[in-house]
């Protein structure tokens, strides 16, 4: 961050509170209400956006299935960075669910470069 894009507390504090006043209004103006922000819906919301790297499943809004194992490479890497930061500070049900996706995810990507090796004759 350059020193010209640094902000002070009180910045910080407006954009909060600016941020909470659009919340409130486009949930006023919605019908589809999303489920609360919570760890659990914060790891599947991250496992969704793998399994649409990995083809496993159609982009929300094309409707199509690509494969983009970069961008999933770099997702499942984001979960286990956020496994071993919160070491120590999950609940039990938290820590499993991560552990489990992680592990589905990274099973998951291997078959996904399988493939992809198959594709291009690298057998």
Do not use: C, W
């Amino acid at each position: 961050m350059s020193e010209d894009a640094k902000t002070t507390p009180e910045q910080r504090a407006q954009a909060s509170r600016d941020f909470d006043a659009a919340a409130e209004k486009v949930d006023a103006e919605t019908t589809h209400k999303t489920p609360p922000v919570d760890f659990s819906t914060f790891v599947l919301s991250m496992a969704s956006s793998a399994l649409i790297h990995l083809g496993e499943t159609e982009h929300p809004e094309s409707g199509e299935r690509t494969v983009n194992l970069p961008l999933a490479r770099q997702t499942i890497d984001m979960l286990a960075m956020l496994e071993k930061k919160t070491a120590g500070n999950l609940e039990r049900d938290e820590e499993r669910l991560l552990q489990a996706v992680l592990y589905d995810l990274r099973l998951r990507f291997v078959a996904a470069a399988e493939r992809r090796g198959v594709e291009h004759g690298q057998s």
